[in-house]
């Protein structure tokens, strides 16, 4: 059994506890992680303080951090395959998606790492003949980020980079689901030489770790990826230290096909959207929203493409669909279909586990039309769609924005007029127009609503690892006037 460690102040070492990883394509117990609890958060916390005004790391210029980061990219790229393994092994996410994921990770830092010296001031044109005003970006402060499970590599990469750029300390904290990637990880930023102290990477359990962390006192901002309700913990926690917050959260993406769709193009993005990482991406294209006139023949394309999807051990390269992560997250599922079906929906295909060892679930879709569906409103975060209809392009607008959420959106139709006006009124923080589940690190990710707030990925997820200084300077050398009158 693989045996895992915490890595706070430039060293390795065990928490305060330790516990088992399970593999879920077996169920079965493959690794041993170390679990932090309040002291270890506590010590990694004070690590990055210190790091974050004392020692090299402030000393630093930079374009100095951006070699670091470039060093680091340079290992991310040259580990990338045992990464892979890795994140695969203990979260049974499809090694032909996370090889393909990892090496494109490295351009995130790549990126983040062109821009640190570009993080650009201001001069103001002040209105005091006496006066020089200019304003400067400074690092936030120690960022304590909270990583999910899945894709977290990547996930981690859009919060890690921007705020090396920027100047900031941190403690990531992996999910106690499947931490071995960014456990192993932390060896790179080890060996990519980076103050002791500026990256700590530690995992645990929410009551005594995550907890602990949000609200640390010298915690000075909180990057959270996760679902709502712990986001709802994490506001409650920063209270506490008055940290600011980015929350990329959840969502129940709306899928809208058009009649005029290639709808061969648009049935193979759908499924790219909903059964690719088995589900389990805030981004997943949830609901689909087609037009009445072409539902029976898309739903044909779709339910043909489902059955036809290839389940198997995350491993192996011809995998389609893996295991969901846990057994909970199935279990999950298995309620929340059994409640829809309960109010009326009705199963086109899937809606079943396979025999066997393993968290596995079959790619299903659920006809919801004609009516309100738990299905249509909650996160399954796994391979089910879920469909209505629409007959116009208002009543298609509605269906898209009817949800709490608003992180992604799809949109299929050759008509460009139509989706520029639908693309105006689709309340999500990213609009895909004929393409889906494409990322960049040169293009900002959030959302609106219960999907959070923040950006990450692009120029303003580094502004948000910043803080603005005003500087004041007086150019006259006559005695100051009257004290008693405010300039």
């Not at 990531?172 to 980076?194: C, I, M, N, R």
């Amino acid at each position: 059994m693989q045996r895992f460690q915490c890595y706070i102040d430039g060293e390795f070492g065990d928490g305060e506890a330790r516990f088992e990883s399970i593999d879920p394509a077996t169920g079965r117990a493959w690794a041993e992680m170390p679990e932090a609890r309040e002291a270890d958060v506590d010590r990694a916390v004070e690590a990055a303080h210190k790091a974050l005004y004392a020692g090299a790391w402030p000393k630093l210029t930079a374009t100095q951090r951006g070699k670091l980061l470039y060093k680091l990219a340079d290992l991310v790229t040259a580990n990338a395959q045992k990464l892979a393994e890795l994140e695969t092994r203990d979260t049974g996410k499809i090694i032909r998606e996370t090889s393909a994921q990892i090496a494109y990770v490295a351009d995130y830092y790549r990126y983040y790492a062109g821009i640190a010296d570009k993080i650009e001031g201001a001069h103001l044109p002040i209105d005091k003949p006496d006066m020089d005003v200019w304003l400067r970006r400074e690092p936030i402060g120690v960022v304590a980020m909270v990583v999910p499970w899945n894709s977290q590599l990547f996930l981690s990469a859009v919060k890690i980079g921007p705020a090396l750029a920027a100047g900031c300390t941190m403690v990531v904290k992996a999910s106690e689901d499947g931490p071995a990637p960014l456990l192993e990880f932390a060896g790179l930023v080890h060996e990519a030489d980076f103050p002791a102290g500026v990256v700590n990477v530690i995992t645990g359990f929410g009551p005594s770790c995550g907890a602990a962390l949000s609200r640390h006192p010298k915690v000075d901002h909180i990057a959270f990826t996760g679902g709502p309700e712990t986001a709802r913990h994490v506001v409650r926690n920063s209270a506490e230290n008055l940290a600011s917050t980015s929350l990329e959260l959840g969502g129940k993406s709306p899928f809208i096909v058009f009649a005029d769709a290639d709808l061969e193009s648009a049935a193979n993005a759908q499924v790219a959207g909903i059964f690719a990482a088995t589900g389990q991406s805030c981004v997943a294209g949830s609901r689909l929203v087609v037009e009445r006139g072409v539902k029976d023949r898309f739903l044909e394309i779709l339910k043909a493409k489902a059955e036809a999807v290839r389940l198997g051990s995350p491993l192996d390269m011809a995998t389609e669909v893996g295991p969901l992560a846990t057994r909970r997250q199935r279990e999950h599922i298995e309620a929340l279909i059994a409640r829809s079906l309960a109010a009326g929906a009705k199963v086109v295909t899937g809606a079943s586990a396979p025999e066997g060892d393993g968290f596995y679930y079959r790619p299903t879709i659920l006809d919801c039309d004609g009516g309100r569906s738990p299905a249509l409103e909650e996160e399954f975060f796994g391979p089910v769609l879920s469909v209505a209809s629409f007959e116009n392009e208002a009543e298609a607008l509605a269906i898209a924005n009817d949800t709490r959420y608003g992180l992604a959106a799809g949109l299929f139709t050759r008509d460009l007029t139509r989706a520029h006006r639908l693309m105006k009124g689709i309340r999500a923080g990213i609009v895909w127009v004929n393409t889906y589940r494409a990322v960049s690190p040169i293009a900002p990710f959030g959302g609106f609503g219960l999907s959070g707030h923040g950006r990450e990925g692009g120029m303003a997820a580094v502004l948000d690892y910043t803080r603005t200084k005003t500087v004041w300077l007086r150019t006259s050398d006559d005695p100051i006037p009257d004290p008693f009158v405010m300039r």
